[in-house]
Each structure stands twice: as C-alpha cells, then as structure tokens.
C-alpha cells in the first residue's frame, strides 16, 4: 500500500469506528454523549496515529498481496492490534469518565470486543472492494508501476 492509500485506509476505519462505537455506547451504557463522544475522538485519534504505524510494520511481517492474507493471518492482526490498542486507551477512558481503572478497563473491553469483529469485517471488505477504486497495477504489491501511486476513482 502507498502512503496516501494507508492514510485512505486508517481514516475510513476511524471514522466508521467511531460512529458505530458512539451510537452503540448511547445505545447501551449510562454515559451522556458529551462523555461518549469525548472518550471515542479521543481514542480515536490515538486509534488512527496508531492503525496507520501498526499497519506498516504489520505489512513488512506478512508481505504480499492483502487479499490473499488467510483466516489465521487476519485473526493474529485482530488481535495484536486491539490487544495494543487497548493497553493504550484504558488510562484515556479513565481519565475522560472520571472512573477507576477497572471500570475503565471493563467499559473498554467490551468496545474492543466489538471493535475485534469490526477490525476483521472492515479489513476483510476492504480488501475485497480495494480492486474496484484502484488501478489494475496496484491491487497486488500495492504499488502501481514501483512508484505507490494510487488511482482512486
């Protein structure tokens, strides 16, 4: 993947992330919006700085084409990712809601669980509709002639 198709990549996860996390928080716990929607940007921004170097180092352990990437390899990227990810954001969470670690920690699990099967449908769909918005010469090494040129539209 080119730059700006990993840049591409973290903000569409981010952003579909955050409005789904946000709605199913309202949906589902005591926290008002201001709270949920503080704690979720937050997390967020952390998320997209984060998805973005977890994926280049990711891409350097299992290189070659994404799509081709099997069930084990996606999984083991679910995992690792939201594992870290969740090391990362607990303190944020606690801090935002005013709460101790271990209701932050609990609270955060259950949206990283959530989060676990978005990671995988995200990544899995976007790898299936990738073909379509990039040039032919892209979809497989992704870079296009050697230049990581990316030809959205």
């Known amino acids: 993947m ?4 990993r840049m591409v990549h973290a903000f569409l996860y981010e952003f579909l992330a ?8 309202l949906l589902f716990t005591q926290y008002g919006p201001g709270a949920v929607f503080g704690s979720m940007l937050a ?13 280049i180092l990711f891409d ?9 990437r099997g069930l084990w390899v996606r999984v083991l990227y679910t995992c690792l990712f939201d594992v870290c990810l969740l090391a990362l954001t607990t303190p944020m ?3 935002i809601l005013n709460v101790g670690l271990l209701e932050a920690l609990l609270l955060d699990v259950w949206v990283t669980l959530f989060v676990m099967g978005y990671t995988f449908a995200f990544n899995v769909a976007y790898d299936a509709l990738r073909p379509m918005w990039l040039s032919e010469t ?10 990581g040129e990316v030809a959205y539209g």
């Open 2 to 5: 080119s730059t700006l198709e």
């Open 18 to 25: 955050l409005v789904l996390t946000i709605i199913g928080l």
């Open 138 to 147: 892209d979809t497989g090494t992704g870079t296009a002639a050697g230049r």
């Open 43 to 55: 997390i967020s921004l952390v998320a997209l700085v984060y998805n973005f170097y977890f994926n």
């Open 60 to 68: 350097r352990w299992f290189p070659g084409p994404r799509a081709q």
């Open 93 to 95: 969470v606690a801090m």
